[in-house]
């Protein structure tokens, strides 16, 4: 399984990315998928999640409103559209899988089975 990020980059604040991530070597649309984030010096935080079908989002409190997370199960890949960008969403952003029976929200890194390598995003103030 290849989970492969992209789409990091340096950006001022208030403006806007998108971050993909392409899968293979899985059933895509078996999976939820979520994005995670992790700041130098900082544990890793859950960002975003999405269920398999793409039906039913959840969201970190600090991005509700400002980021969206979707995917395309034809092409494998799931995005996080990142807007309103401030200073404080600085991280490297990985992207993860996991095999979904239901869907929760809310989750841990340890909920996921698959992980990508990271895009780091830089939000400058």
């Known amino acids: 399984v290849q989970l492969q990020a992209s789409g990091g980059g340096l950006v001022q604040a208030g403006g806007s990315l998108r971050l993909s991530c392409a899968a293979s070597g899985l059933t895509f649309n078996d999976y939820g998928m979520g994005w995670f984030r992790q700041a130098p010096g900082k544990e890793r935080e859950f960002v975003a999640a999405?269920?398999?079908?793409?039906?039913?989002?959840y969201y970190v409190d600090s991005v509700k409103g400002r980021f969206g997370i979707s995917r395309d199960n034809a092409k494998n890949t799931v995005y996080l559209q990142m807007n309103s960008l401030k200073p404080e969403d600085t991280a490297a952003y990985y992207c993860a899988a996991r095999f979904e029976t239901y869907f929760r929200g809310n989750y841990g890194v340890t909920d996921y089975d698959y992980w990508g390598q990271g895009t780091k995003v830089t939000v400058s103030s």
């Open positions: 999405i269920s398999r079908s793409g039906g039913t989002t």
